[in-house]
């Protein structure tokens, strides 16, 4: 299994003071950022879009991992590479070209990784696994932070885990929404090696949180 790394969503963080946090989670033992792009069509939230990435990148240390909940990722692939991302993250369901946006990604020489709602099964991106670098299996509804873990996605991080070893890949098992202690080790038992967290990391003690989010 491949090394913990975490990834605090800065959905959840104080956007008036986006460096400070930054700064303040980097210190206490982030490995990567996790950025959450919405665009009020493929889910029901608005976010950020390029510009802001941009600047995150600018006065961050760690990677940036993007994940793009747009439709038509294909417009917007190149605006955020060129804005910093290093893993950039789409949806399967978002476009009818996932292999084509892949490509792009790959091409750039960033880390390209895929993901599905709930409610897609994890089949969906078995036809691109030998082009990813990450799959992200979404633990809730894309859209909103702080929502309930959802314990029924459990199987699929054991699914795609055995696939991925069955074909010697090297991939980046990812989960995102509700992780905390407590749900981060049953996914780590399952198989996942990355883990993002909004409201379990800014909601109290950042570097005790995300030093009791690192699963042996
Ligand atoms: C939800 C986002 C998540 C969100 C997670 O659509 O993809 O990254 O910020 O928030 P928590 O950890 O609070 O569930
Ligand atoms: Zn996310």
Known sequence: MKPVLIAPSLLSCDFANLEKEIAAVTKSGADWLHVDVMDGHFVNNITIGPPVVKSIKRVSQIPLDVHLMIEKPEKYVDAFLEAGSDVLTIHVESTSDVKGVLQKIKSSGKKAGLTMRPK????????????????????????FGGQKFMEDQLPKIRFLNQEITKRSLNIHIEVDGGINAETAHQCRAQGANVFVAGNYVFGGDYKKNIQSLRVP
């Open 120 to 143: 897609t099964s994890a089949t969906e991106v078995l036809p691109y696994l030998d082009m990813l670098d990450l799959v992200l299996v979404m633990t809730v509804e894309p859209g």
